[in-house]
């Protein structure tokens, strides 16, 4: 169901700027703890900084990695990293988005600037917060809680009614969307065979987007057939489980395809498949689980590459995946599963850790 905007007049834009806003935001202490939901105090945007109001945000194992101690962190800290927003107010030199429109805060910011934006090739922006810092852009952080600075996570933090970020790190977005949802499309020919391994979240948004853009093949591999039947409503053609064969998974692939091109945990595998082809590593261990493959591999004229963020430009092309729901090009209603209040955070993470539900989503209730 898609949300209507309120009016507020430009008036309160103003005084909002300069002033604190109390709000919920879930805390987290200290790592393999739950989150506390706590009234939290949010300092206004400065220079080049965007606030917005959070109408929905989404669990995802980046998180889950957080409480359970396998990220390092500087604490207290305040994590989510997928959500849609309403911006509030925005701080001096702001022009890319004004006080009432939807925005996305994107944890993969786009300054448009640096290198790696200018390069068409590569969507790292210098801008990333990939060492954890937990500060913005001037060293500070815009949360309080007890007295006590509370850290951003991913530049984004979207587990609170309020969050202040970078301009570089919102993408505007159509006021029609729904909020609970969003898409990472891969890239593929048409007309190739692509093969998703791993059936959870990322892998149905896989195969979701390989159908749309024009797949003709599209092979699920999971040890769980429980979730073959979800797999095959997202427009997978087949789906099998390791389990079901004495052979190397590489080679039962091989002999149902020329091709392997969307992977996630098993890049072994995938890389033994064929000699020819991509493989693209989406979701994948921490840094600290080694890979091996064959160096005979790359002479057969095969690829092997990873990518974050889908590959995408953020600013840039997350509009344009919004554009593509709003016109019903895929169906992101087979792929939400629960919906709660935010209240129940708790509930969703241990519901996410011990069910594998597809997408969890919290709606900002309070």
């Given at each position: ?145 007890r007295g006590k600075p509370v850290y951003h996570f991913t530049s984004t933090s979207t587990f609170t009614e ?182 129940q955070i708790n509930e969703g993470f241990e519901l996410n850790a011990t069910k594998f539900p597809y997408f ?7």
């Amino acid at each position: 169901m898609a949300f209507s905007l309120p009016f507020i007049s430009s008036i309160s834009f103003l005084t909002l700027k300069s002033l604190v806003i109390k709000c919920k935001a879930a805390m987290l202490w200290e790592q393999k703890n739950s989150f506390s939901v706590e009234e939290t105090e949010v300092a206004p945007s400065k220079a080049k900084e965007v606030c917005s109001k959070t109408l929905a945000t989404g669990i995802c194992w980046k998180n889950e990695h957080m409480t359970k101690g396998t990220i390092v962190s500087k604490f207290p800290v305040t994590v989510g990293h997928e959500a849609t927003g309403v911006v509030e107010s925005i701080g001096e030199g702001v022009t890319m988005v004004k006080p009432g429109v939807t925005v996305i805060p994107v944890f993969l910011p786009q300054c448009r600037e640096c290198n790696a934006c200018r390069d068409p090739d590569v969507n790292l922006c210098v801008r990333s917060d990939v060492t954890g810092h937990g500060v913005l852009a001037d060293g500070t952080t815009r949360f309080t809680c007890r007295g006590k600075p509370v850290y951003h996570f991913t530049s984004t933090s979207t587990f609170t009614e309020y969050t202040v970020v970078d301009e570089t790190s919102v993408a505007k977005i159509d006021d029609e969307a729904h909020p609970e949802k969003e898409l990472v499309s891969p890239q593929v020919t048409r007309g190739s065979t692509c093969v998703a391994f791993g059936l959870g979240r990322v892998g149905l948004l896989v195969i979701m987007g390989c159908k749309s853009a024009g797949a003709s093949r599209i092979i699920g591999i999971d040890l769980n057939k429980d979730k073959f039947e979800k797999a095959v409503a997202v427009r997978a053609t087949k789906c099998i489980s390791p389990k079901d064969s004495t052979k190397p998974i590489s080679e039962v692939l091989s002999e149902m395809t020329g091709e392997a091109s969307l992977v996630a945990q098993w890049l072994r595998s995938a890389c033994q498949c064929r000699g020819h082809g991509v493989g693209v590593v989406v979701g994948a261990p921490l840094s600290a689980k080694m890979l091996t493959y064959d160096p005979v591999l790359p002479r057969a004229g095969c690829t092997r590459k990873g990518c974050v963020f889908g590959g995408w430009e953020s600013r840039d092309d997350v509009p344009k995946l919004v554009t593509d729901f709003l016109e019903k090009k895929f169906d992101l209603d087979q792929v939400t599963t629960h919906v709660f209040p935010f209240k129940q955070i708790n509930e969703g993470f241990e519901l996410n850790a011990t069910k594998f539900p597809y997408f969890t989503v919290f709606k900002v209730l309070f």
